[in-house]
């Protein structure tokens, strides 16, 4: 266990679909993120959150949309998808952006299959 | 950031010391090491970091050269549950949030 929460663990949505990612964090964390993981590839990370306000995306397309709406919670919504976007979905969070940016604590991550 | 090198698989028996390298040899001054590790369809999980000098912790240990040009993660005891991918990031110490992964080391521990 580390402290941060996803759900649901797995999902199987259509291209038409609406569905929402959600995560969690219990470590008092000011800072949270998403990455993203294809099969055989590296984690590529998405969006950052600091305090609430989002301090980067990453060039992800705006069928992802990402809602902090406090320094606890984090969801992605998602709207359209294509099945190349497939994937693991991780969730992870740290003290803040700057000395404690470096030590993530991930969730387990979302699986989702787009038919 | 300082870009690194690792071998992409490796064997290690269990119950003895697994020992994965790491090259930046363009690691900067400010510049801090640190490793990660993701076990199968989970998320990664920190080990440890360090800036010049060797660290340990109750899961591994980490020796750096005097050079900063490589680094070596010490598991000293491997079990299978050690079984993951590992990762090695170089990242200044105050410019934290983006972590970029590479490819890792797939470390199989066999009994």
């Known amino acids: 266990e580390t402290g941060v929460t996803q759900t649901p663990r797995h999902l199987v949505m259509g291209m038409t679909n609406k569905k929402s990612l959600k995560c969690e964090q219990h470590?008092?964390?000011?800072?949270m993120y998403w990455y993203k993981q294809s099969a055989k590839k590296p984690l590529e990370l998405m969006f950052v959150?600091?305090?609430?306000?989002?301090?980067e995306n990453n060039s992800v397309p705006s069928r992802f949309s990402p809602e902090c709406p406090n320094s606890s919670h984090l969801f992605l919504h998602l709207h359209t998808l294509q099945p190349e976007d497939s994937a693991l979905y991780l969730c992870?969070?740290?003290?803040?952006?700057?000395?404690?940016?470096?030590?993530?604590?991930f969730g387990p991550g979302t699986r989702l299959t787009v038919l | 950031d300082a870009k690194t090198t690792q071998p992409p698989s490796m064997d290690c028996a269990e119950g003895r010391a697994a020992n994965l390298p790491c090259n930046h040899s363009?690691?900067?001054?400010?510049?801090?090491v640190y490793w990660y590790r993701q076990i199968h369809s989970q998320g990664p999980q920190y080990i440890i970091h360090?800036?010049?000098n060797n660290e340990t912790n109750e899961m591994a240990s980490l020796i750096i050269t005097e050079d900063r040009k490589s680094s070596t993660l010490i598991l000293p005891h491997a079990t299978l549950r050690d079984t993951a991918v590992y990762y090695c990031?170089?990242?200044?110490?105050?410019?934290?949030?983006?972590?970029?992964f590479g490819q890792g080391t797939e470390l199989s521990v066999k009994p």
């Open positions: 992870a969070s740290s003290q803040d952006l700057l000395a404690g940016g470096m030590e993530q604590f």
């Open positions: 470590l008092g964390h000011n800072a």
């Open positions: 959150y600091n305090f609430k306000e989002q301090t």
């Open positions: 363009t690691i900067s001054g400010n510049e801090y």
């Open positions: 360090g800036l010049k």
């Open positions: 990031i170089v990242r200044v110490y105050n410019q934290g949030g983006k972590l970029i």
